[in-house]
């Protein structure tokens, strides 16, 4: 999970590098462009598999105590980090408004702190890559009542209540004309992919030669074909993004299981130990990568108007970044769990999950 983790931060970061700075036209790079930026469904399993793990281990636990948990790990540093980029951007572009055009409202920062910004198209600018928490937040305060149908009914019965819940509540604000974007999505349309992580989680700890079996050479190739026929509906069908997300989910998630269980075998400890080190800072990661991206390097980028890069320089300096924010979040770490502790006097935290 670990090496799952931090291999799917990287992709997401190496997404949003390539998404919002302009390089010259390559289809090899647009391809890594999409390819990573699919690995935000990896984060959906993840969470769904993480939770589920911890709960059946745990055994019963206090819902008070693990939602101020969850308030402190998730939610804090969130309202930090969105916090200060509001500040940061509507102060610059009153120090230098040629260097950033855009200044946002109060209101803008009342929707990403109240989880709402999807509903608020005119704040989506300010930081695109945070359509994210509305939704993972949405499922996290969901998980109480899919732990208990699982626990009480089976994986079965979780899937069959999910998957109907997750394709009706698209098809109704498709039908009444509500964007089913990412920057406008609901915690109802990935509820299918959160609860087969939960799946992944129950059947390694019930089952685990089942699961062990999934990260052979077959389920690599039946990844391969799953996500290939997610991208065939997507170029073909007029509404193949209907149902290839899921098709799409899964097929990352085979594939980079396969991957892992490759790597965790010839990699060396070494390289595997970093990996584990990304995946503890990875929250921490995906909160900071935005601003940089949008409110530092993009501003540059326009400073040099009319220079695209080479794309094969972009992925060089893709994966530098990708390097430099993980130092940026190990000395982040530090202080932001500081905060938390003397504001909450909660244990020191380790945003892992």
């Known amino acids: 999970m670990n090496m799952m983790r931090g291999t799917a931060v990287i992709g997401v970061v190496i997404h949003h590098w390539l998404l919002f700075l302009p390089y010259k036209n390559s289809e090899v790079v647009d391809f890594v462009k999409t390819f990573s930026g699919d690995f935000v469904h990896l984060f959906f399993i993840i969470s769904?598999?993480?939770?589920?793990?911890?709960?059946?281990?745990?055994?019963m636990v206090s819902w008070k105590a693990w939602a101020l948990r969850r308030f402190s790990k998730i939610?804090?540093?969130?309202?930090?980090?969105?916090?200060?980029?509001?500040?940061?951007?509507?102060?610059?572009h009153s120090v230098m408004p040629a260097f950033s055009a855009d200044r946002y409202s109060w209101l803008t920062l009342f929707t990403y702190l109240t989880f709402t910004r999807n509903f608020y198209s005119p704040g989506w600018s300010l930081n695109g890559t945070f359509w994210f928490?509305?939704?993972i937040v949405g499922l996290y305060i969901l998980f109480p009542l899919l732990a208990?149908?699982?626990?009480e009914y089976g994986p079965f019965v979780l899937l069959s209540i999910?998957?109907?819940i997750t394709y009706f509540s698209i098809a109704f604000f498709t039908y009444f004309g509500y964007p089913t974007t990412y920057q406008a999505?609901?915690?109802?349309?990935?509820?299918?992919?959160?609860s087969c992580g939960m799946l992944a989680g129950y059947t390694l700890l019930y089952h685990p030669a089942i699961?062990?079996?999934?990260?052979?050479?077959?389920?690599?190739?039946?990844?391969?074909?799953?996500?290939?026929?997610?991208?065939?509906?997507?170029?073909?069908?007029?509404?193949?993004?209907?149902?290839?997300d899921l098709l799409t989910c899964a097929g990352i998630f085979l594939i980079m299981l396969t991957l892992?269980?490759?790597?965790?075998q010839v990699s060396s400890e070494k390289s595997i130990k970093f990996l584990s080190q990304v995946s503890k800072r990875s929250y921490l990661i995906y909160l900071i990568h935005g601003p940089v991206i949008m409110l530092i390097m993009r501003p540059l980028f326009k400073t040099f108007k009319g220079s695209e890069m080479h794309p094969f320089i972009m992925i060089i300096l893709g994966a530098a970044f990708c390097y430099t924010l993980f130092i940026l979040a190990g000395f982040l770490l530090s202080p932001i769990n500081s905060f938390i502790f003397h504001l909450y006097k909660t244990p020191r935290l380790e945003m892992a999950k």
Do not use: D, Q
Request: glycine residues 8%.
């Open 260 to 264: 892992c269980h490759w790597m965790a």
């Open 48 to 59: 769904g598999w993480g939770l589920t793990i911890s709960y059946f281990t745990k055994g």
């Open 162 to 164: 999910s998957a109907p």
């Open 185 to 194: 999505a609901l915690p109802l349309f990935y509820l299918i992919e959160f």
């Open 133 to 135: 928490m509305p939704v």
């Open 75 to 92: 939610i804090l540093p969130f309202w930090i980090i969105i916090s200060s980029t509001f500040i940061c951007v509507n102060l610059t």
């Open 211 to 244: 699961f062990r079996s999934f990260s052979g050479s077959r389920s690599f190739f039946f990844g391969l074909v799953l996500y290939g026929c997610s991208w065939i509906m997507i170029e073909t069908m007029t509404h193949g993004w209907f149902l290839s």
């Open 148 to 151: 208990k149908i699982l626990r």
